[in-house]
């Protein structure tokens, strides 16, 4: 990091952010996707004034992190447990759906091969990336909308974290048909999931029950949100280094943990005011930033074009069809097909995966930006049109 010179680069993130969002807004458009332009136009992709660094890299997780606890926070327990069945179901067509369409059309543009060939696993690989969902934007449309906590919203975020789960069991599987030598066993994932789960339960109980005591008695005061946040924190550490679950999934299962308490709408006011003001634009403009298109061709474009569209229609298909047969109607379907549409870290860090086993080409990864760029882009509008 030269200096002080990412002060400058927050000066800029924030302002742009804070520019296009209200640009934005003034045509009716949601705020988080202000942000992602304001990142694209200041990033390589446009103007190039800042760059990605470790240090926005990191202000940006916080951003997600954050995000995802406000949304645990903001969960209806019974809303939760009635949506549970439909939600692993609809997270199962969410993943099952993508990863085949997104293997036969890679296929499609390079050719078929047998199973087990090195074409196949590259084809299989973009199908699992393709299956990877990101809920902290579809989050934050939502909380924008204030449908975050209805049965659709809290499917939809059910699903999503379900989908998570899924995405790094499907992860772990493909890596290790490939033989990377930094796969890791399929039986060691299926035994660490449900033993995070379990063990957050556990121990949630625990630490609901303390801290539902020390609001009783230090009601509305700091120490609460700054306790409760230490928390997600430490759910979040806990859940990828100890258990390879997404840190996300941590912060969002501790705001679930804390969602009953008396005080939770003080605690997630308080979050909120650091996330809205610092972290929550660096996360969405961080995603313009990491856009580029230098090495593009026209072959790698129709590829990515393609990539993009089976990405969004395989999701409305998979989750809004099973949602459909589940008994949603048809408007609530199509809610919940296009709020699993968007893609984010999870996709990122799976892309990034595959380039360290060679499953996937930097080439490659400029479809995956553009699949999370135009998903981030598309489905705050779509919904906010459908809720009209």
């Not at 458009?29 to 990142?39: N, Q, R």
């Not at 934050?140 to 790094?168: M, N, P, Q, R, Y």
């Not at 005011?273 to 856009?291: D, E, N, R």
């Amino acid at each position: 990091m030269d200096g002080v010179h990412y002060l400058l680069d927050l000066a800029i993130i924030l302002f742009a952010a804070k520019l296009f969002s209200t640009i934005g807004k003034k045509f009716g458009v949601p705020e988080v996707v202000g942000e992602i332009i304001a990142g694209l136009v200041i990033g390589s992709a446009v103007l190039g004034v800042v760059k990605e660094s470790d240090f926005l890299s990191i202000m940006a997780e916080l951003g997600v992190i954050m995000l995802m606890f406000e949304a645990g926070l903001g969960t209806n327990l019974q809303e939760l447990k009635s949506s549970g069945v439909k939600a692993t179901l609809i997270a199962c067509a969410g993943v099952i759906i993508p990863l085949i369409l997104g293997t036969i059309l890679f296929m499609s543009f390079y050719g078929f091969d047998s199973f087990g060939s090195e074409r196949f696993m590259k084809g299989i690989f973009l199908g699992t990336i393709m299956s990877a969902t990101s809920v902290s934007i579809t989050v934050a449309a939502l909380k924008e909308l204030g449908k975050l906590s209805s049965t659709v919203g809290t499917t939809i975020v059910s699903a999503a974290i379900i989908d998570d789960v899924l995405g790094i069991i499907l992860l772990t599987v493909v890596t290790g048909l490939s033989g990377g030598s930094q796969s890791e066993s399929v039986s060691s994932v299926l035994l660490k999931v449900p033993a995070f789960f379990a063990g957050a339960i556990v121990t949630g109980f625990l630490v609901y029950r303390a801290m539902s005591w020390l609001d009783g008695a230090y009601s509305h005061h700091r120490r609460i949100p700054i306790i409760s946040l230490c928390y997600c924190f430490l759910l979040a550490y806990l859940s990828e280094t100890y258990f390879g679950i997404a840190d996300i999934t941590g912060a969002y299962v501790a705001g679930v943990i804390l969602c009953n308490l008396s005080d939770r709408d003080y605690v997630a006011r308080r979050v909120d005011i650091s996330s809205y003001m610092i972290f929550a634009p660096i996360f969405f403009a961080g995603i313009g930033l990491k856009t580029s298109f230098g090495a593009m061709d026209s072959r790698l474009l129709m590829f990515s074009v393609c990539f993009v569209i089976v990405a969004l229609v395989s999701k409305v298909i998979g989750c809004g069809g099973c949602a459909r047969l589940l008994g949603f109607d048809s408007g609530d379907s199509l809610k919940v097909g296009a709020g699993m549409m968007t893609r984010g870290e999870v996709a990122l860090i799976t892309a990034q995966k595959g380039l360290a086993l060679g499953l996937l080409t930097a080439d490659y990864f400029t479809a995956v930006i553009l699949m999370i760029l135009v998903s981030s882009v598309v489905t705050p509008v779509i919904l906010k049109k459908l809720y009209q």
